[in-house]
């Protein structure tokens, strides 16, 4: 792994942080269980314990803070 690599991979942690703990959760749960797999909503909703449109709205705010220029440092 190149040293900007396992740089960008060191940031990742730092986003999640911010993150609600319910998508954290969930990401992880995803990560470990499934590695590559896509999730449906309903099956996120399953294993969060909220209704699709919750993760919807999860997701929606989780992408807006990815956005925001704050956020610039993890991409570089």
């Known amino acids: 792994m190149s040293k900007s690599t396992a740089a960008k991979v060191i940031k990742i942690p730092n986003f999640f942080g911010s993150c609600e703990v319910r998508l954290r959760s969930a990401c992880v749960w995803v990560s470990k269980h499934d590695p590559g797999r896509c999730l449906t909503l309903e099956e996120i909703a399953a294993i969060m314990g909220v209704t699709r449109e919750r993760v919807r709205q999860i997701e929606a705010q989780a992408l807006k803070k ?9 991409y570089n």
Request: proline fraction near 11%; charged fraction near 20%.
């Open 66 to 74: 990815l956005r925001h220029p704050s956020r610039m440092q993890y």
